[in-house]
T-cell receptor, first 115, second 111 residues
Framework: KAGVTQTPRYLIKTRGQQVTLSCSPI?????VSWYQQTPGQGLQFLFEYFSETQRNKGNFPGRFSGRQFSNSRSEMNVSTLELGDSALYLCASSLSAGVGTGELFFGEGSRLTVL | TQLLEQSPQFLSIQEGENLTVYCNSS?????LQWYRQEPGEGPVLLVTVVTGGEVKKLKRLTFQFGDARKDSSLHITAAQPGDTGLYLC???????????FGPGTRLSVLP
């Protein structure tokens, strides 16, 4: 079956702009989590959506937001971009929400560069 | 804040050598996972461990979960260039919570 699809794969923005990233989970998966990966901080949890509801949220400012649609596809938005937002943004889908033993299936990520 | 530590941060070895990487925390995990991430790709799950003292083997990879469920190790026997990648451990501290990822060990296996 098709894996997790993230678009766009690469994008370049300037400070102050905003960006929207998209994630299509594996068919049948209802949970979508977003992570930010940087060389210095590693993989940091942004938020998780399950059945269109935000279930958990990491320690990121309000400039980072997300949503999930009825077909489980998810988007995340970053407003007023800062240089430090340059990172690989990874989306992961799973069958259930935060059960602690379930497998996370990651997409290839969207690499954001902020100039 | 619950932190996962991984060591070493970087490891470069020759093909055929054995290696062990470590993951530890000051808090007890309800479960722990190991992932491998190759350049340009997302992490891929290798194993999940949930019971203290548990040992799981996946071909040349052996995973061990500490008795106190605060630490884990990954041992690779006869490493191959295909083992090159970033090895991430991820711990769940409570059932129902999202996984927290460690900073990873970047492994390079030279032919």
């Amino acid at each position: 079956k098709a894996g997790v699809t993230q678009t766009p794969r690469y994008l370049i923005k300037t400070r102050g702009q905003q960006v929207t990233l998209s994630c299509s989970p594996i068919s049948g998966h209802r949970s979508v989590s977003w992570y930010q990966q940087t060389p210095g901080q590693g993989l940091q949890f942004l938020f998780e959506y399950f059945s269109e509801t935000q279930r958990n949220k990491g320690n990121f400012p309000g400039r980072f937001s997300g949503r999930q649609f009825s077909n489980s596809r998810s988007e995340m938005n970053v407003s007023t971009l800062e240089l430090g937002d340059s990172a690989l943004y990874l989306c992961a889908s799973s069958l259930s929400a935060g059960v602690g033993t379930g497998e996370l299936f990651f997409g290839e990520g969207s690499r954001l560069t902020v100039l | 804040t619950q932190l996962l530590e991984q060591s070493p941060q970087f490891l470069s070895i020759q093909e055929g050598e054995n290696l062990t990487v470590y993951c530890n925390s000051s808090s007890v995990f309800s479960s722990l996972q190991w992932y491998r991430q190759e350049p340009g790709e997302g992490p891929v799950l290798l194993v999940t461990v949930v019971t203290g003292g548990e040992v799981k083997k996946l071909k040349r990879l052996t995973f061990q979960f500490g008795d106190a469920r605060k630490d884990s190790s990954l041992h690779i026997t006869a490493a191959q260039p295909g083992d090159t990648g970033l090895y991430l451990c991820a711990g769940a501290y409570n059932y129902g919570q999202n996984f927290v990822f460690g900073p990873g060990t970047r492994l390079s296996v030279l032919p």
